[in-house]
């Protein structure tokens, strides 16, 4: 069984900096697709930033220029770097794990994060 384990989250200003972090109980998890994703209150899960076994990264638009994600997989972690916070950065955040295509072409994941709250005032 695999399973992530998120820190960081909190309270910030807008404009601050924190980072999440995401540990993965498997060594394979560099073979792994990694997402973080967003839900904020009454609004619908979105993909934030994701990173491939082979390093590459896209991200949402909303956070382009501002995050950064990256893993190390030495030691089984993924990170998001958020800076200039925003207050619409306020959400639960998760990181996810293994993405997998289903037969109608969406996307989904094996494994999930707890989640970690992140509030932005301005």
């Known amino acids: 069984q695999v399973h992530l384990t998120q820190s960081g989250g909190g309270s910030f200003q807008s404009g601050g900096s924190l980072r999440l972090s995401c540990v993965i109980s498997r060594y394979t998890s560099s073979s792994y697709c990694m997402t973080w994703f967003c839900q904020a209150p009454g609004k619908e899960s979105e993909g934030v930033a994701s990173i491939l076994s082979d390093g590459r990264t896209s991200y949402a638009d909303s956070v382009k220029g501002r995050f950064t994600i990256t893993r190390d997989n030495a030691e089984n972690t993924l990170f998001l770097q958020m800076n200039s916070l925003k207050p619409e950065d306020t959400a639960m955040y998760y990181c996810?794990?293994?993405?997998?295509?289903?037969?109608?072409?969406?996307?989904?994941?094996?494994?999930w994060g707890q989640g970690t709250q992140v509030t932005v005032s301005s």
């Open positions: 996810a794990a293994d993405r997998t295509l289903d037969s109608g072409g969406s996307y989904g994941y094996n494994y």
